[in-house]
């Protein structure tokens, strides 16, 4: 884009409530330039910055993969100013958005390996994205088994409840769901990710892993991953930080010498090793 601070208009297709505690919403933009939406080039783990006048601006994971057309889909969980904002956006309304920005889960490291993906929470945002991206019939055969471990409070705080009921017939993924406490009805696990990733043991030969959730969840995976054999340059993560421009210029996202919107969200635990040891 010729100006990276300047916002290009988008409009609001469509948007609904994800989680039954009306928390989190997902929403569906169209770019409404057809030359700006072909230069829109993003890749799963990117992130955009979404603009309502008048109110700011914030960063938030491209939920959507490229592969699944023009629309854009972002899941925003209503904490502040600005995402009170964006839930009160109705179909037809236009914002602006900046982005892509910064880098992507390194899918071309993946190929001929296989992947374990972990998520919890809201945290699956880009996850989806990148399980959408791998699972394209013209990509699906460079990578090995997929194995994703999701988990999230009950069952009405899973996000994307349709692609899961979907994904659930695909060939080669092993999809183990799982919610903190029994629940009426529930079929899959209960009990928090670490100890259930620990029970699913997904092999570590020949496989990276992906773990994006709240720290806490993020904390005690990371033990697990390591005792299942993965090590800190095969497993990534995607960070969260508060930030401003989102192109490497305000200073406000830096750990160590790297800005978490430039060179991140994305990092191996080997790399943020590397930066922490700066500090
Ligand atoms: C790369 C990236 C991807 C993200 N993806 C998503 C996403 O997919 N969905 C989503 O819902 N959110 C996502 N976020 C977080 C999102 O940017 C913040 O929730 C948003 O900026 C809050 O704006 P606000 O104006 O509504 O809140 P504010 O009014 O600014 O703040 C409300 C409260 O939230 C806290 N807060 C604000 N931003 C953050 C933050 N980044 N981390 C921790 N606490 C914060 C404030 O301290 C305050 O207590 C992402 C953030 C980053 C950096
Ligand atoms: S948000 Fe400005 S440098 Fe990262």
Redesign the pocket.
Known sequence: MDNPYKPIPVELVDTYFETNDRQ?KSFKFRILDEDVKKLFDYKPGQ?AQLSVLG??E????I?SSPTEGDELL???????????A?HELEAGDKIGIRGPL?NWYPVDKFEGSDIVIVGGG??F??LRSLYIYLRDPSRRSKFGKITIVYGAREPGLLLYRDDLEEWKNDENLELVLTIDNPAEGWTGKVGFVPPVLKETAPSSENAYAVVCGPPVMIKFTLPVLHELGFSKDKIYT??????KCGIGKCGR?NIGHKY??VD??VFSMAELDELTADL
């Open positions: 989190l992130f109110k700011g914030a960063p938030f994971g939920a972002f899941t925003i969980n209503r904490i502040g100013s600005v995402t009170q964006l910064g809201y945290a945002t880009t995607s960070l969260e930080m508060r930030m996202c978490i919107c991140g969200p």
